[in-house]
């Protein structure tokens, strides 16, 4: 049964990444379908909780077999029904520099997975939160679980862990059920799903052998990737926010609505993930407001702000009304002005990302040498991926700014700690735009040249 859950998670997923549009690449349609088959998963979970319908396998599992019967049916009455389509865009040119770079990120993958089958959650915030919230789930049937009898109301920082949006307690939910010893098979479904999509997505705008450089380079950011085999929420947000905004910008180029509905469905489960995600609606609204100067089209935009919005005011309507608790002390309601506070909070930011090279590698250095370096054709070209990072950055860094930290805690460990983790959302779209902007595409053709003709 183990397995088999994991086949109909990823399968419900690629049914419905099939049903949103064919023609995309198997490689992307493997990456989208591990993802989205959580996204689902913790879908199902809630509807079941506000039907009153008992969280378990049974009921999980019928929800993926009813979709995916409907993705199917819906296929086969287009004539498009087939369980692996190839592409002209599935051929992977080969060179021995490719399989380097292959054998490399799948030695990396491999003690990932192992970390990940044989090491139980140790993380503070997991075993007191996240895990055991999936735990909760497992045994009881509900999101609503007794925990929260156990903990007073009054005390932010002994509930918040456990009144997150569903995503990541769900997904370690659904391996207990499923019978697995460990939740962080979880992260490793996850996290493939992530390099797939990454991989897949990457190639649309440079050849295979690039893709794969840059696929490595982003997978072994070190701290990011010593998340991978953690079984904290930073990081399941991260793979979905960044992947939903490269979708976002790819159709933006190349003007496919396939992937503004995939960015659509991903930014959902962002949003189901952590409630910070909120902040990364706010950053595209000046994204969608230069679209709309270059294209005079607004309704896609407005529809996409809405629905990315629900998850957002559906749990908070949730979390108010049937758990009865809040975790609102963490954060000062009023804006206000502190010079001292502030310079502390965005100089702590600044240290953290430009620092030292042990949490981010070359990331954040190659993005602001590669936007230098682009001057006109950043504005030109790709204005959409650098207004949205220097945006959501400024705003995320905002909130801890707004935070008390009489309830918080010590801004420097909620720095070193929190704030560390979120820039995770941060490095895939860095990695992009530094393989993708048009200096680097520039380079990229004079490289190939020369190695051609020599």
């Keep these: 049964m183990t397995i088999l859950i994991l086949l109909l998670v990823f399968y419900a997923g690629y049914s419905i990444v099939n049903l949103i549009h064919t023609q995309f690449s198997i490689v992307e349609k493997i990456g989208f379908g591990m993802i989205i088959g ?39 009455k287009k004539r498009d029904f087939k369980l692996l389509k190839i592409e002209p865009s599935d051929k992977i040119q080969f060179t ?14 491999y003690g990932m997975n192992m970390k990940n089958f044989f090491w139980m959650p140790a993380e503070y915030d997991s075993v007191t939160g996240y895990d055991l919230m999936g735990k909760m789930i497992a045994a009881e049937g509900t999101m609503n679980a007794s925990i929260f009898t156990y903990y007073p109301y009054s005390n932010a920082n002994s509930i918040a862990r456990f009144i997150y949006p569903p995503f990541s307690a769900s997904g370690f939910g659904l391996m207990y059920l499923a019978g697995f010893e460990n939740s962080k098979v979880f992260m490793t479904m996850l996290y493939l799903g992530f390099i797939f999509s990454f991989y897949g ?37 991260a793979i979905l926010t960044s992947i939903s905004i490269i979708c976002l910008i790819t159709y933006f180029d190349n003007k496919l609505s396939r992937y503004f509905w995939l960015s659509l469905l991903l930014m959902v489960g962002s949003m189901w993930s952590r409630s910070d995600s909120i902040i990364y609606i706010i950053a595209l609204v000046p994204v969608f407001g230069f679209q709309f100067l ?29 758990v009865t608790v809040n975790s609102s002390e963490f954060f000062i309601k009023t804006l206000f002005w502190d010079g001292e506070k502030f310079s502390l909070i ?35 070209k790709q204005i959409p991926i650098v207004v949205f990072v220097l945006v959501a950055w400024l705003g995320y860094t905002m909130l801890y700014y707004q935070m008390d930290y009489s309830y918080a805690g010590s801004s420097e460990v909620i720095m070193n700690s929190s704030y560390k983790r979120g ?27 020369w190695l051609f003709k020599n």
Aim: glycine residues 4%; hydrophobic residues 60%; aromatic residues 22%.
């Design 201 to 237: 997505l990457i190639r649309k705008s440079i050849n295979d052998t690039w893709a794969i450089f840059f696929t490595l380079l982003m997978c072994i950011t070190p701290e990011m990737f010593s998340h991978s085999s953690l079984a904290l929420s930073n990081l399941p947000n």
């Design 38 to 76: 959580f996204i689902l998963n913790a879908v199902f979970m809630f509807l079941l909780e506000i039907l009153d319908l008992p969280i378990n396998l049974a009921f999980v599992s019928l929800g993926f077999l009813i979709l995916i019967g409907i993705s199917n049916f819906f296929l086969f």
């Design 96 to 109: 021995f520099a490719w399989f380097l770079c292959f054998f490399i990120l799948l030695y990396l993958l």
């Design 294 to 322: 270059k294209t005079k089209e607004w309704k896609f935009s407005v529809i996409y702000m809405l629905i990315a919005f629900l998850p957002f005011a559906i749990w908070s309507i949730y979390i108010k009304g049937q």
């Design 346 to 380: 965005f100089g702590k930011a600044i240290e953290i990302i430009l620092g030292q090279t042990m949490y981010y590698g070359l990331t954040f250095y190659l993005f602001l040498l590669i936007m230098a370096l682009n001057s006109v054709d950043v504005v030109l």
């Design 423 to 449: 820039m995770f959302n941060f490095v895939p779209l860095c990695w992009f735009f530094v393989a993708t902007s048009p200096y680097s595409l520039k380079w990229f053709g004079k490289l190939n040249q």
